[in-house]
């Protein structure tokens, strides 16, 4: 990864930032709510993934809608960001893995 990389990165990420500022506060909340559980136990490939610039575009389609943020995801927002990533292998996939001895053996 290169100077270049890591700068074009930054300026991906503030203006991912800039999406979320913009959006209203209940949903700038439950989106932070969201973050916090994937950066803990959310999918290994979520840095070069699409997931969370998704989750910013879903949510600006439901404010355009006029909706609120729990209609469009539920009470349960641990529910909601399992059910997005449930195909997916997870940090919680690899410490289950580090506890048993066994890797790759998580979901078998």
Same mark, same amino acid.
């Given at each position: ?12 990420? *503030?203006?991912?930032?800039? *999406?979320?500022?913009? %959006? #209203?506060?209940?949903? *700038? ?13 959310? #999918?290994?490939?979520? #840095?070069?993934?699409?997931? %969370? #610039? ?28 399992? !059910? ?8 919680? !996939? %690899?410490?289950?893995?580090? %506890? ?9």
């Amino acid at each position: 990864m290169g100077i270049q990389d890591i700068i074009e990165g930054k300026k991906q990420w *503030r203006a991912h930032m800039a *999406r979320i500022k913009a %959006l #209203p506060p209940d949903y *700038r909340i439950v989106y932070k709510e969201i973050q916090k559980y994937y950066f803990k136990v959310g #999918p290994i490939d979520l #840095p070069d993934g699409a997931l %969370l #610039p998704e989750i910013v575009e879903f949510f600006e389609e439901g404010v355009a809608s006029g909706k609120g943020v729990l209609e469009l995801i539920g009470d349960d927002v641990a529910a909601f960001c399992d !059910d997005l990533v449930k195909d997916s292998r997870t940090y919680a !996939d %690899l410490y289950q893995e580090s %506890l048993s001895g066994n890797p790759g053996t998580a979901g078998t």
